[in-house]
């Protein structure tokens, strides 16, 4: 029973997240990139692209891109994709369209500098959602996973090509400024979006080098309750044989991890490092409960 809760709460979770996701994505689309002629990769740039042509609606073509893009990678990459794509594929348009329908979304700001800043951010916060589930965007997405596996090449290769592609199309029919602006969406997303992904999972770790390693040990464990784990190790000037404490915690108890120390040794050496993530027990698995000895 509490593993089927568990699964229901991640389902729920996952589907909250491509949902707020894709309608975010489609916000900033409406309200920034249309109306101020910003260039921007994936099936939307091209979109966009071919709107300048044809009397097409962008969330249609949209669509109908992501249809076929996701169709194609049912059939040469499986299921797999499909059912992690297929809801980002449906939903992105749906919202885009329902998001064009805003009155005076398009005038919320006549800054086109400030609309890319937001354009930016917004898309990598966006696209960090939906990936941080482990859900694909869709799109152009699948055409760089069908890329990388006819060619044998990273997919990353492909994200970049097709990316640059699309930005170069669009730089074709686009002024100066806007190229610039989608420079400036460009880079702010690819920051903001590795910051999402690992939003709440960066954590400290402590490595610490001491002759009362072992007083340390059983504070950080009984104090702070902190998973610690011992290292041996030999003194490089002396060559002596001793033991290293490493601990990770989070980064608000750093404070009183170091006073802990000082405490107990003034004189430890102690380097403080910041890991992106950390999985496994006492942190993506529940921690046991053990006697301290």
Same mark, same amino acid.
């Given at each position: ?9 991640? &389902? ?35 979109? %966009? ?21 996701? $169709? ?92 640059? $592609? ?46 009362? &390693?072992? /007083? ?24 002596? /044989? ?6 990770? $915690?989070?980064?608000?108890? %750093? ?39």
């Amino acid at each position: 029973m509490a593993k089927v809760k568990k699964e229901a709460k991640e &389902y729920a979770k996952t589907a909250f997240m491509i949902i707020i996701g894709n309608a975010l994505l489609a916000f900033l689309v409406a309200a920034f990139i249309i109306p101020h002629n910003i260039i921007m990769g994936g099936t939307t740039g091209i979109a %966009l692209v071919l709107g300048k042509f044809l009397p097409f609606n962008t969330a249609l073509v949209v669509f109908i891109l992501n249809a076929i893009l996701l $169709i194609l990678g049912l059939i040469i990459i499986g299921k797999k994709l499909f059912f992690t794509s297929v809801a980002s594929t449906f939903l992105y348009p749906i919202f885009l369209s329902l998001m064009q329908k805003i009155p005076n979304i398009e005038n919320l700001t006549d800054d086109t500098l400030l609309a890319s800043l937001f354009a930016g951010v917004l898309m990598g916060l966006s696209l960090g959602l939906v990936m941080r589930v482990g859900s694909s965007t869709g799109g152009m997405d699948i055409a760089n996973l069908i890329l990388a596996k006819w060619t044998h090449k990273s997919v990353a290769i492909y994200v970049y090509v097709t990316d640059i $592609i699309v930005v170069a199309a669009q730089a074709v029919v686009s002024d100066s400024e806007s190229i610039l602006m989608g420079i400036v969406v460009l880079v702010l997303e690819s920051l903001i979006l590795e910051q999402t992904m690992v939003f709440g999972q960066s954590q400290i770790e402590l490595f610490v080098i001491s002759q009362k &390693y072992e /007083e340390i040990r059983v504070k950080l464990l009984s104090d702070l309750n902190a998973g610690v784990t011992m290292s041996y190790i030999q003194t490089g000037a002396l060559r002596e /044989e001793s033991k290293g404490v490493i601990c990770v $915690i989070h980064p608000r108890n %750093l404070y009183a991890a170091n006073e802990l120390i000082r405490s107990i040794d003034p004189e430890a050496f102690v380097t403080v490092t910041k890991i992106k993530e950390v999985r496994g027990r006492g942190f993506t698995a529940e921690r046991q409960s053990v006697e301290l000895q």
